[in-house]
């Protein structure tokens, strides 16, 4: 469960993680093991593809959320609330789907 801040961590582990990050990085022999590991995987000429195409949407998708934001903020807000039930509604009133242990949905 998250904590108010959209944590999955506590702070403890999150201290802990943070200490291995930094020993990670300010250890030269591990920092170099970890360049030498990240060129390897760069080689590959598909993991680069794959970073190239997860950025592209990324920014793809971050342009659209910027006009979907403005969309949002440039109505009133009784359509933003009229939008919201509208969408809500038939959700909430559908009967709960069955689903299987891999949660695959049961017809």
Not at 34 to 50: F, G, L, W, Y
Not at 74 to 95: G, H, Q
């Amino acid at each position: 469960m998250k904590d108010a801040g959209g944590r999955h961590h506590t702070s403890e582990a999150r201290a802990k993680i943070a200490a291995s990050n930094r020993a990670r990085w300010t250890d030269p022999a591990k920092r170099a093991e970890v360049s030498v590991a990240t060129k390897a995987r760069m080689a590959d000429p598909a993991v680069r593809q794959r970073i190239k195409d997860g950025m592209r949407n990324a920014a793809q998708q971050a342009g659209e959320l910027q006009a979907l934001t403005a969309a949002w903020q440039a109505v009133s807000s009784a359509t933003r609330r009229r939008f919201l039930s509208d969408l809500i509604l038939p959700i909430s009133s559908a009967p709960a789907l069955a689903r299987d242990t891999d949660g695959e949905v049961v017809t």
